[in-house]
DNA sequence: GACTCAATATGTTATAAAACATAAATCTAG
DNA sequence: CTAGATTTATGTTTTATAACATATTGAGTC
């Protein structure tokens, strides 16, 4: 039964949270940004987008989780993004001036904060550091794809598995307790991310607890030898 | 014998050419390029830069042919990206300023410019507009690797194959005959590129050659149904 | 609290593709 | 021109994992 654990549970965010965007800002253009952007609110399983949609703002995710995912070819989607806050949402397709090519579902309740085209790209003319952020990002992103298409295709199930597990970690990251993963997900979803069939997530899921790496409670996930885990997902 | 092709086999490039840098420019901008760059020449199978390296200029490929591939974990390559001139090279650990992930390797003769970090730099910040072209850059980049990482993982041998031809179809182009794929890979390189060993790269052509759909001399590889070609990439 | 639907679990079978094994052809160097 | 190395080609075996088939459990609803 897995309880919600929200990071921003006392403090709405706010715009000035994103500080990707916000910190590198003058007065000026602080200002502008804050007339100019709307928040909504989103609940579990909601869509943010759908592939194929033109975006006409920069969204920026103050709180919550979302999955962003591909529809691939036997039904079976692909994660190719977990998010977490403060980033940018679809900003992709925004940049690149065309559809998304993904959807983004939310995982756990968000906060979602919209800045117009005209306002982002008035903020890329006067400021080449929020440009550069913008750039930096993008670059990192597309290290860490092109890494996942070679563990994605190379690596065997165990090890599919196991990095899926660590990556969630480094983003999520642990609980108070130190050794629960901060976020839960289905099964398909793992499995998904993990470019698995659901049944096998399952199943090695379940070799992973008999091994004593990690321990499963419904959807709560336990890290219990990390070292072991980084070892099976080294090994492919 | 593939003969060699070289899209400036006429005309030795120069950084003018380069028009995604070179055309937004101010002329006094352009003037700081042309005296702070430098040209390096580079022969097939030489290496331009491996992974580890640490970035210290922004590369632009004026001519020639490049691979870009990542080590896999059972020693089998992936090939990330094939680059083309006019682009950038290695601009993704550049930007993302950390080291390359990935090593480039030349298929055919090479012509590349070297810009320093620090004018690059100061360029993003006098123009913006070379700014917005580095960020549409890597963010259609990104899209790629995204849909390459859902069709490596889920289409069949016969589906990557056939989606690789056509990737390259479209990156490189046809010889004047307008069937001829204008670049000569090894079969390994094609298997690098399709996420499949070499025997099954050699036999899914041949496959591809009794259904007519290609025919294969060598290193030179001609698309006589691109329609069936497109649907044998589609169906998976 | 029973009922329904979705999620999780696990065993079995089928199959795509890797791994392995040679052989033939082509290229390279002395 | 010959010898060795590399690339291409093709057949056979093995294996990882998808596909399929049921249970079982759990969550939401009337």
Same mark, same amino acid.
């Given at each position: ?7 921003? *549970?006392?403090?709405?965010? /706010? ?57 691939? *070819? ?122 698995? /069939? ?15 790496? @990690? ?7 336990? @890290?219990?030898?990390?070292? /072991? ?8």
């Amino acid at each position: 039964m897995p309880r919600r654990i929200d990071n921003n *549970f006392n403090a709405e965010p /706010t715009i000035k949270d994103i500080s990707q965007i916000y910190d590198v800002l003058t007065d000026e253009e602080k200002e502008k940004v804050l007339n100019n952007h709307s928040v909504k609110h989103f609940k579990k399983n909601d869509v943010i987008y759908q592939e194929g949609e033109i975006p006409d703002s920069l969204l920026c995710l103050g709180s919550g989780k979302v999955k962003v995912y591909k529809v691939g *070819f036997g039904g079976r989607d692909q994660i190719v993004r977990m998010a977490n806050p403060t980033s940018f949402i679809g900003y992709r397709a925004f940049f690149a001036e065309g559809p998304h090519v993904a959807s983004a579902v939310v995982i756990e309740p968000c906060t979602i904060f919209y800045i117009p085209k005209a306002i982002v790209y008035e903020l890329l003319e006067s400021n080449h550091q929020f440009s550069l952020n913008i750039i930096r990002s993008l670059a990192q992103e597309l290290g860490f794809s092109r890494y996942r298409t070679v563990t994605l295709t190379q690596k065997h199930i165990r090890g599919r598995l196991a990095e899926s597990l660590l990556v969630l970690k480094d983003i999520y990251g642990f609980e108070d307790d130190g050794i629960t993963l901060n976020v839960y997900l289905s099964r398909e979803d793992l499995a998904n991310f993990s470019n698995m /069939t659901t049944s096998n997530a399952i199943r090695t899921l379940s070799t992973f607890v008999n091994e004593k790496v @990690i321990t499963v409670d419904g959807r709560i996930i336990r @890290i219990l030898d990390q070292e /072991t885990l980084e070892k099976i997902s080294k090994l492919g």
